[in-house]
């Protein structure tokens, strides 16, 4: 354990800081050991070959707005505890594609971005108009993101946005408004995507805020096929997206694959339910005919995932032997207002499943369910839920199902 102060005269306070200082064949690191002595090394390297020296992680940057729809005040207790830090971080936006709102960053963290070329990162955006914005985050500080985004942009960074679309206060006018000046960004605003504001039964003193329903969001889609078939045509891309979320609430169908594009927001819950479908269109291939020995499956959704998995059940059904279900699960821990598979906890599917039928022989959960650790959002192990289960065989997502098979 050392404390690494210096690589070639800089100063490194991340990994971020490293990685873009030890790009050279010669490094002059000063470190310091334990006992606080200071050290000097000349290390002589292939210039793409790392220190092979790993940081501890650094404390991010913490949000200080307020914003009316934020979810983590909408959030009960007893979760996953990083749930509840709501952090403001570009390094994490850089790493990790968090979003950020950039209406607190300093002169010197906009000069590092640029420098090092932090790119993309993925900006809150949700209103253009100052004053509107300022309501959203709940801030009264005027931060003009549009000027900062320019800037940034004109230092070689690119940019991805979101809108959070909350119902009779930034859409309307408002989200032209805003769409046009994100616009006038392109390319460096690589993509725009509008995303219904997420509210659960947790909102009690919270600002009072409208639901998406299936006429506002049947409305919205058709409000704007127009302008995304003209940026398509014009710029071969379609740039500005809407969440699978609102097609689902529509009852309409999903747009083709190509409209995605690269699916750049695919983490935002969009283009989630075609690439889903392409995924598994691709693995198909791997199905087997017919089982040796006849088996019931039964896969996990939220409320919403009964559209999305009609095609995988009907094909999985035409396996001989094989009898397919879903369940769907009620969000008791957020609501009913959550119906999206992602927010299940591991106790809602637990409780449903103790009220459904006889015992499947194999029981499919998303993969979106569980985080990096193996844990659901409300802190239940992946291991823990397996136990309760016995005997009955649990996997993870379609690969995991496929082995099994």
């Known amino acids: 354990m050392f404390e690494l102060l210096s690589v070639n005269g800089h100063k490194v306070s991340d990994n971020i800081d490293l990685r873009f200082h030890q790009s050279d064949d010669l490094l002059d690191v000063v470190y310091k050991d334990r006992a606080g002595k200071m050290h000097r090394l000349l290390i002589e390297k292939d210039y793409d070959d790392p220190l092979g020296v790993v940081l501890e992680e650094p404390k991010f940057h913490s949000c200080g707005n307020k914003c009316i729809f934020c979810f983590v005040d909408q959030m009960p207790r007893g979760m996953r505890q990083a749930l509840y830090f709501k952090d403001e971080d570009y390094r994490l936006s850089f790493l990790y594609g968090n979003y950020i709102t950039l209406s607190n960053i300093g002169r010197s963290d906009l000069e590092r971005i640029k420098q090092q070329r932090l790119s993309p990162l993925y900006i809150s955006v949700h209103a253009t108009e100052a004053g509107l914005r300022q309501r959203l985050l709940g801030s009264r500080r005027d931060d003009d993101i549009l000027k900062i985004m320019k800037d940034l942009i004109a230092g070689g960074i690119e940019l991805h946005t979101q809108i959070v679309l909350c119902p009779g206060i930034n859409d309307g006018r408002h989200l032209k408004k805003s769409l046009s000046d994100l616009l006038k960004l392109y390319p460096g605003v690589k993509s725009i995507a509008v995303v219904p504001v997420g509210l659960t039964k947790h909102r009690q003193k919270l600002y009072p805020l409208r639901a998406i329903t299936k006429k506002y969001s049947q409305q919205l889609i058709e409000e704007y096929k127009r302008l995304q078939r003209q940026l398509r045509q014009r710029f071969k891309k379609t740039i500005l997206y809407f969440a699978d979320e609102f097609y689902l609430n529509a009852g309409l169908d999903f747009p083709a694959s190509f409209w995605y594009d690269d699916y750049p927001q695919l983490d935002n819950g969009v283009g989630m339910v075609r690439d889903f479908w392409n995924c598994f269109r691709a693995l198909s291939s791997d199905l087997p005919p017919k089982l040796k020995r006849g088996k019931t499956i039964l896969l996990i959704s939220g ?22 279900e879903t369940l769907l699960v009620e969000n008791g821990l957020f609501g009913d207002t959550v119906t999206v598979s992602g927010l299940l906890s591991g106790g809602d599917i637990l409780s449903s499943l103790k009220t459904g039928k006889k015992d499947p022989d194999l029981i499919v959960l998303p993969e979106n369910l569980l985080n990096r650790e193996g844990k659901f959002i409300d802190d239940l192990s992946l291991g823990e839920f397996k136990r309760r289960l016995k005997p009955v065989k649990v996997v993870v997502g379609l690969e995991g199902l496929i082995k099994k098979l």
Request: net charge positive; glycine share 10%; aromatic share 0%.
């Open 303 to 324: 409320i919403s995932g009964a559209k999305v998995l009609r095609p995988v059940v009907a094909r999985l059904n035409r396996i001989q032997g094989l009898k397919c």
